[in-house]
């Protein structure tokens, strides 16, 4: 029997007026996903309990079995994992993000975030724009005293360490859900070492506001890499053994660094495909052949599709449905045809890490529907996979006991 766990994140969503009162998903052709929710199991999950952040880093814990109550320690831990970053005792690591706040003469405190990724800035630009910082002696010098580093990646993503680390009582908060809100409102706070990271924030600001990469892309018409974001704080988490739980080890194909990194907590392994960028352009191709190759080595693949919710964080409506249309059409119907045409014997979890909405851009943590599906027990009368059918469907409870269904140790 071979196990996939088929992940489009962000794709629940509410429903869009512009559309005609429909979400994404109900406004998508997804034929093929359609066909495994009607012939096996809907319903709807719970992945960010209250009070934790509703995002990726409780949802894809809660997905892969952990429940984020018990282990959630933050998100940029995870991330170092994916890295090969070993925090020591009294480290904590935080997502640095490359964002573009607003052009003008007005406070920095007023600018209002335009972008979370910086217009989903990525290579050369991305490393100049971070080597801009580190290279300038000032900056340098803050950070230092501060007793933090910054690890670079040509993406928007950047991770900073600080070493001797206390952060209780610090309010740190996501970029990507306040876009268009002035961004003083949203420094980090809540006691005296907030300071530190607002500070930092502050001269990022204008150490990159005019630098050469930003003005060349204000030329070419896009977002400047004109600050930085402290968020997304924690300490690593020790998450339990994969193949103890569930009797079998497996790999992970996603763009996102928190996805690996758990998967790489667990005892998974990580595979990291060529072109895959998180964003609608990622290489559909590749991620395929990736889950195809690693479904002949294991019996358990986790196939992560970033899309549908970094469009959603870019205000493109139509980019998330295309995103949720190309996850049926390039992914999970050859690869369903694939497994169906080699006669193998197989179950297929897919699912909404959490909802992402077009009318905020920013994440919710409502319940997600999920479909359930096995080969061998094809059901009839099923629904269309959308948001109505899985809250009509079964109430799976907490999204930390998903994996337990797909692999048979329970039912629903």
Not at 23 to 39: F, H, M, N, V
Not at 66 to 93: H, K, N, W
Not at 299 to 326: M, R, S, Y
Request: charged share 25%; glycine share 10%.
């Amino acid at each position: 029997m071979k196990y996939l766990l088929i992940i489009g994140d962000g794709m629940a969503d509410n429903p869009v007026e512009e559309i005609g009162g429909r979400t994404p998903l109900q406004a998508a052709k997804i034929p093929t996903i359609d066909r495994l929710s009607a012939e096996g199991m809907m319903g709807h999950v719970v992945n960010c309990p209250k009070p934790l952040p509703a995002g990726s880093e409780t949802a894809i814990l809660s997905i892969f079995g952990c429940d984020p109550l018990q282990y959630f320690t933050g998100r940029s831990p995870m991330e170092a994992a994916a890295s090969g970053i070993a925090l020591v005792a009294g480290d904590a690591a935080f997502r640095c993000n490359l964002v573009a706040l607003e052009d003008g003469d007005m406070p920095l405190e007023e600018k209002k975030i335009l972008s979370h990724s910086a217009g989903s800035i990525e290579g050369a630009d991305a490393l100049e724009a971070i080597g801009v910082l580190l290279n300038h002696p000032e900056f340098s010098q803050e950070l230092q005293k501060a007793r933090m580093e910054i690890r670079t990646f040509p993406a928007f993503r950047q991770l900073a360490i600080q070493h001797q680390s206390d952060i209780s009582g610090i309010r740190f908060i996501p970029p990507h859900d306040h876009l268009g809100q002035a961004c003083g409102q949203f420094f980090p706070s809540g006691n005296d070492r907030a300071e530190v990271f607002s500070r930092l924030m502050r001269r990022a600001h204008e150490i990159l506001d005019h630098a050469g990469v930003n003005e060349r892309r204000r030329a070419a018409g896009k977002l400047p890499a004109n600050g930085i974001w402290f968020w997304a704080e924690g300490t690593t988490p020790s998450l339990p053994d994969f193949k103890a739980q569930y009797g079998c080890t497996g790999a992970v194909i996603s763009a996102v660094p928190l996805v690996h990194g758990i998967g790489v907590l667990r005892g998974l392994e990580m595979v990291e495909v060529e072109g895959a960028t998180g964003e609608i352009d990622t290489n559909f191709e590749g991620k395929l052949e990736a889950t195809w190759r690693k479904l002949q080595e294991y019996d358990f693949v986790c196939l992560h599709l970033e899309a549908p919710d970094e469009c959603t964080h870019n205000g493109d409506l139509q980019g998330k449905i295309q995103a949720i249309e190309w996850l049926d059409s390039k992914l999970v119907k050859p690869l369903v045809a694939r497994l169906e045409e080699r006669g193998e014997e197989f179950r297929i979890l897919l699912l909404s890490d959490h909802k992402t909405l077009t009318s905020t851009r920013g994440h919710d943590g409502d319940p997600v529907p999920f479909l359930l599906y096995d080969s061998t027990h094809p059901l009839t009368g099923g629904q269309v996979y959308d948001e109505d059918h899985g809250m009509a469907g079964v109430d799976g409870g907490a999204g930390c006991e998903l994996l337990s269904y797909l692999f048979g140790q329970k039912a629903l």
